[in-house]
């Protein structure tokens, strides 16, 4: 399946920003789906995931309150809203697909496909 994401941009700290996965597979809804991020000099970390089909979702502790995740099966899409931004939140954003598991909020090593990543600068 590949993935396409796209929303980030810059912001300013507190502001919000809408970041868009599209999938190219019909059988979208059978896939766990998830965003990572990685910041300069950091390693890659869970961000937010929802279970195939929807319903169940799992947040970073980083995240919890500010940011959530959905999906459109029909649509073959998956969102992050992102509110209240902080500049710790500043980095290049990944969506992924999990073909193995309900769920997912690892290392992202238990993702199979990835998409390129979109930009988010929060601004202090």
């Known amino acids: 399946v590949q993935l396409q994401a796209s929303g980030g941009g810059l912001v300013q700290a507190g502001g919000s920003l809408r970041l868009s996965c599209a999938a190219s597979?019909?059988?979208?809804?059978?896939?766990?789906m998830g965003w990572f991020r990685q910041a300069p000099g950091k390693e890659r970390e869970f961000v937010a995931a929802?279970?195939?089909?929807?319903?169940?979702?799992n947040y970073a502790d980083s995240v919890k309150g500010r940011f959530t995740i959905s999906r459109d099966n029909a649509k073959n899409t998956v969102i992050l809203q992102m509110n209240s931004l902080k500049p710790e939140d500043t980095a290049v954003y990944y969506c992924?697909?999990?073909?193995?598991?309900?769920?997912?909020?690892?290392?992202?090593?238990?993702?199979?496909?990835w998409g390129k990543g979109t930009l988010v600068t929060v601004s202090s």
């Open positions: 992924a697909a999990a073909s193995r598991f309900n769920i997912v909020g690892g290392t992202g090593d238990e993702m199979d496909y």
């Open positions: 597979e019909r059988t979208f809804g059978v896939y766990a």
């Open positions: 929802i279970a195939r089909y929807g319903g169940s979702t």
